[in-house]
């Protein structure tokens, strides 16, 4: 149900204060300026990515969490949050290598869970559940509704260190670091 808590977060939030901008859906949270690298495995090879770069998700499902609307682009700020969550994927068929690229986000907007759960969880999942349609937390209790945001939370983005990053990033920031096989 809460998998990726679907597409709560406004794709416009004003600019406010140095480095920061609050987001209108989420006024407690955080819309960083500061991160400055991030990781990312794609199926797409190097020489392709050099020249599209990340243009933002080409995902059409409607319950995906985008904090930048269609130019949101996913990655980890950390390598191993990047692994852990190439270990979440199911690959079927043939063997498939997933290329790791090193993002630079030096004065890009983005949006880490990590730092906003840190800064204020209880904040984060009430803004969550008041972004939820109702009848999803129907004939649920208030403290059923937060724990399993709270759960979702840790599960789904917290786990594999995700942030949210607004698109287009051209090829020039993006370096290619690994290839695995998997």
Not at 106 to 123: C, Q
Not at 158 to 182: C, F, K, M, W, Y
Request: glycine share 8%; charged share 20%.
């Amino acid at each position: 149900m809460f998998s990726r808590l679907g597409r709560l977060f406004s794709a416009s939030t004003p600019p406010q204060g140095k480095n920061a901008e609050s987001n209108n859906t989420f006024p407690p949270s955080f819309i960083s300026l500061g991160n400055s690298c991030t990781y990312r495995y794609d199926s797409r090879g190097p020489e392709i990515i050099k020249v599209q770069g990340f243009v933002g998700t080409i995902s059409r499902d409607n319950t995906e969490f985008r904090v930048f609307g269609d130019n949101t682009i996913f990655a980890s700020r950390t390598k191993k949050g990047a692994k852990a969550f190439l270990k979440t994927r199911t690959f079927t068929g043939q063997k498939n290598f997933q290329y790791l690229y090193q993002i630079n986000i030096l004065g890009r907007r983005s949006f880490s869970f990590v730092e906003n759960y840190n800064r204020d969880k209880n904040a984060l999942v009430e803004a969550i559940l008041s972004s939820l349609p109702a009848e999803l937390l129907a004939g649920m209790s208030v403290d059923e509704a937060r724990s399993l945001a709270h759960n979702a939370l840790i599960r789904d983005f917290n786990s594999v260190d995700e942030i949210q990053i607004e698109g287009p990033i051209q090829g020039q920031r993006i370096s290619h670091i690994a290839t695995t096989l998997v």
